[in-house]
């Protein structure tokens, strides 16, 4: 079992930063791909960033790719969004999730087994 706690959320202004942090629990962390997705009201959960076991290979939506960078330490277990340039669309709750099996570049949030509590990010324009 694996535990996930998201922290660093916000406001912030259009054009603005935020760094999300994820902690995990649990002793293989350096073993699960990572992800990073986010919900709006109304809408579905959408991948937003991933990150491989290792940290060499990383995978971006479209709409953040340039923006967002995500990245691992293995040492303190725990998996970094780095959000610049953030826009009012950006808007949303934002989860981490786990998947154990440390498959490479998952989009599908089904895909994920554990997931985080979620930490709201508001950018205001």
């Known amino acids: 079992q694996v535990q996930l706690v998201e922290s660093g959320g916000g406001v912030v202004q259009a054009g603005g930063s935020l760094r999300l942090s994820c902690a995990a629990s649990?002793?293989?962390?350096?073993?699960?791909?990572m992800g990073w997705f986010r919900q709006a009201p109304g809408k579905e959960r959408e991948f937003v960033a991933a990150v491989t076991g290792s940290g060499r290979s990383t995978f971006y939506a479209d709409s953040v790719k340039g923006r967002f960078t995500i990245s691992r330490d293995n040492a303190k277990s725990t998996v970094y969004l780095q959000m610049n340039s953030l826009k009012p669309e950006d808007t949303a709750v934002y989860y981490c999730?786990?998947?154990?099996?440390?498959?490479?570049?998952?989009?599908?949030?089904?895909?994920?087994?554990?997931w985080g509590q979620g930490t709201q990010v508001t950018v205001s324009s």
């Open positions: 649990g002793r293989t962390f350096s073993s699960y791909a």
């Open positions: 999730a786990a998947d154990r099996f440390g498959r490479v570049g998952l989009r599908d949030p089904n895909e994920f087994e554990y």
